[in-house]
Each structure stands twice: as structure tokens, then as C-alpha cells.
């Protein structure tokens, strides 16, 4: 039997995605075990990240600063913006080193079952963006789900008036695909094969 201060440490980190109970359990053995080289150091990081964690106020991008790292990288091609549902897609994106240019982060889909509409979403904003001037293609890099199309084709309406070239992936992605989830093969080759939005 553990003391309620492990236990509570241990369901804290069960609630983690990708972690059940037994894993948890196994990860705090680890932790125990290794004070030094694993307790003491995912201490400093979790207090690190948490003391400078900020959303970016331009594209949506979790980071330490904002605007974020990516927004603020002078090597990336300012004209292509690449709109993503979750901080996971850009992430997923970023990790390959696949796009080119900048982001917008939407913050979720369209859903009418979970109640989500377009003023919950960073929709405006993105229009907003794109009306300023300066991006000359936006590639929708929603996911292949019912929800993600949905809003997909919302987007492309509302940008429909502006001098924009729109591009959706290609559909080497799987039918209720999603991007955090593909590996980078698959990701590279929707991202390559991207055609415009019908
Ligand atoms: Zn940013």
C-alpha cells in the first residue's frame, strides 16, 4: 500500500493521456526509485513551463513566449498559412519539418453535437489575418472527419472573397484521419499533394 501523497501523484498521472493506471503506477515506481535523475528533474521542467507557458496571440501556438517561436522565426515563408484544428496538428506538422511557412491554430471543429460554433472557434481571427494582407495561399489542414470537413468548407467560404489561393491535403489521408496520429510519410505526401478547395 502506497501513502495517499504517491497514490495521489500516481492518479494525477493517470488522468494523463496515453497513461492508465498501471502505467502510472510504473512511472512513479521509476520516479521513486531514480530521485536524482528522474524525480528532481521533471520537477524543474514542470515548474519551468508552467511559470512561462503563454498561447500566442497571432497564430494560436502554445509556447514560453508569445508571439510564439514559429511566428517569430524570420526563415519561414510569410506568404503560406497553414490552419490546423488543435496545437497537436501544428505540432504534428512542425515535427517533420514539413510546411514551409506559418500557422493558425483554430482551437477544435465545427460540431453541433458538442455544441461548438464558429465564434468559439479562432475563425474571425484567421479572416482577420488573412484580410491584412501579405499571405498569398492558405492551406486547410483539417482532419479528414466528418466535423473537420465541415469546417473545412466553412472556412473556405468565409475566405472566399479575399485574394487568397485556398488548398485543402490531399487525400492520402485516411478517412477519419488524424494529423497528430499520421506518420510523416503520410503527412508529407497530403501536404505535397494539396489542391484547392471545392
Ligand atoms: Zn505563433
New binding site residues.
Given amino acids: 500500500m502506497a501513502a495517499p501523497e504517491i497514490d495521489a501523484l500516481t492518479q494525477a498521472l493517470a488522468r494523463l493521456p496515453g497513461l492508465g493506471p498501471r502505467s502510472a503506477r510504473r512511472a512513479v515506481l521509476h520516479l521513486l526509485k531514480r530521485r536524482e535523475t528522474a524525480l528532481v528533474p521533471l520537477i524543474a521542467a514542470l515548474t519551468t513551463v508552467e511559470a512561462r507557458l503563454a498561447t500566442?496571440?497571432?497564430?494560436?501556438?502554445v509556447?514560453t513566449r508569445?508571439?510564439?517561436?514559429?511566428?517569430?522565426d524570420p526563415r519561414r515563408d510569410q506568404t503560406s498559412l497553414c490552419v490546423v484544428e488543435e496545437v497537436a496538428d501544428l505540432w504534428a506538422l512542425d515535427r517533420a519539418r514539413l510546411f514551409p511557412g506559418?500557422?493558425h491554430?483554430l482551437g477544435g471543429r465545427l460540431s453541433a453535437l458538442d455544441g461548438v460554433r464558429p465564434e468559439d472557434l479562432s475563425i474571425d481571427a484567421l479572416v482577420g489575418r488573412v484580410a491584412g494582407g501579405g499571405i498569398d495561399e492558405v492551406v486547410l489542414a483539417m482532419n479528414v472527419t466528418l466535423e473537420g470537413q465541415t469546417t473545412m468548407h466553412f472556412i473556405a467560404d468565409r475566405l472566399s472573397s479575399l485574394p487568397v489561393r485556398v488548398t485543402q491535403l490531399a487525400h492520402g489521408m485516411p478517412v477519419g484521419g488524424e494529423l497528430d496520429y499520421l506518420d510523416e510519410g503520410t503527412l508529407a505526401q497530403a501536404l505535397r499533394a494539396r489542391r484547392p478547395v471545392q
Fill in positions: 500566442c496571440s497571432n497564430c494560436g501556438n509556447d508569445d508571439p510564439c517561436a514559429v511566428c517569430t506559418r500557422y491554430v
